[in-house]
């Protein structure tokens, strides 16, 4: 997990990409309550990168004719809860549907859902070992694998082989893993169908379940 303050951090990096990349054509604002404190409140890493790239991508870009993009993230206090609101002034969902142009589905909530319950499942996954204090998590897929051209460099800035991605991804994740004690690395399956990324993490404490409702 990381501190809220990190991931929106991380999350400000990635829209003023994104803000460069489509040449300023949206507006960003972030605005925190200060009852929040936002030090201490602990969240996946990158948990809003695929709802923001979702407002982006799906909401703001195929508006973009009609007025000038905005982007906001609010953050605030309610009760014993801290509610994260990301909210844009695009086309809105039905419109989007009605884009036949628009033919990449989007996947940003189904994405979240599931990273947040691999998350409250992992106690019971057979992915998960402890070693020496440490917990080590693997994730696995049958893809393409990792080429072996960027397999040396594999974490560093800007290191792709997509047209679509920015590079930062494991970039941002080894950092984030390292801050906090940890190690990532990746290597191709045996099989010779894709790939199995590991990262460890110090085992400190237990950390709560999380829930997602998408209004």
């Known amino acids: 997990l990381v501190t809220l303050n990190e991931e929106l951090q991380i999350t400000k990096l990635n829209i003023e990409l994104e803000q460069l990349r489509f040449e300023n054509k949206f507006q960003f604002e972030v605005d925190v309550n200060d009852e929040v404190n936002v030090s201490k409140v602990l969240i996946p890493p990158l948990i809003f990168q695929p709802i923001v790239e979702n407002a982006i991508w799906h909401g703001l870009l195929p508006a973009n004719k009609l007025r000038t993009g905005k982007l906001s993230i609010m ?66 897929d049958n893809g393409t694998g990792i ?15 997509s047209f679509s991605g920015t590079g930062l991804g494991l970039y941002i994740s080894k950092n984030i893993i390292e801050a906090h004690g940890g190690k990532i690395w990746a290597g191709n399956n045996n099989d010779g169908n894709g790939a199995t990324f590991y990262f460890s993490l110090p085992i400190s404490g237990t950390a709560g379940l999380i829930n997602i409702s998408p209004q």
């Open 75 to 140: 953050v605030n206090s309610i009760k014993d809860f801290v509610e994260i609101v990301i909210e844009d002034n695009g086309v809105g969902r039905s419109d989007e549907k009605r884009d036949v142009s628009n033919l990449k589905e989007s996947k940003g909530i189904d994405i979240t859902k599931q990273r947040i319950q691999n998350l409250n499942n992992l106690s019971d996954s057979d992915n998960k070992e402890e070693l020496n204090g440490n917990v080590i998590v693997s994730v696995k």
């Open 147 to 161: 080429d072996p051209e960027i397999m040396p460099k594999l974490f560093s800035k800007f290191v792709t082989k």
